[in-house]
């Protein structure tokens, strides 16, 4: 039953996933310029998930076009916790962009379709490697993928 409940928790919680919403609120809505916030909304439509700790990053930055840039960086990633660290604990600005560019794992596009009991075993078991390891972002992505591609399944 705990497990259970586990379960459910982990796939409905965003606790550590921020979606395009989240993203228009911290980095589009205070752009003082009308014209800015329809670019930086467009470029938010462009991707699924934002990591939150890497979207409260972009927002740290001291220009509003480095936010807006910083969107591309971590857009439709999720990052380790050993990842997060590492791009946080740079020094300068430049630095902490390019590790983030270069770290993170690409989350692949989901593409609404049945998904096979071998594909099922294989992203549960990912998921609990992720929640073991501390990645509860990953395990919660990974996890709510596989219910939201389950759920159109016909039945």
Same mark, same amino acid.
């Given at each position: 039953?705990?497990?259970?409940?586990?379960?459910?928790?982990?796939?409905f919680s965003v606790a550590n996933a921020a979606d395009r919403n989240a993203a228009y609120e911290l980095i589009c809505k205070p752009l003082p310029f009308e014209s800015d916030r329809k670019n930086c909304l467009a470029k938010i439509r462009n991707y699924k998930y934002f990591d939150d700790q890497? /979207?409260?990053?972009?927002?740290?930055l001291p220009f509003n076009n480095s936010k807006v840039g910083c969107l591309d960086l971590i857009a439709d990633k999720t990052y380790e916790r050993f990842e997060m660290e590492t791009c946080l604990n740079e020094v300068f600005e430049s630095k902490k962009l390019e590790c983030f560019r270069t770290s993170g794992t690409v989350i692949p596009p989901t593409t609404g379709t049945c998904v096979g009991r071998d594909e099922i075993l294989?992203? /549960?078991g990912s998921s609990l490697r992720d929640l073991r390891m501390g990645n509860t972002q990953g395990a919660d992505y990974k996890i709510a993928n596989l219910y939201n591609r389950l759920s159109t399944c016909p039945r």
């Open positions: 039953m705990k497990s259970a409940f586990f379960l459910v928790f982990v796939l890497a /979207l409260n990053f972009c927002t740290t294989l992203q /549960l």
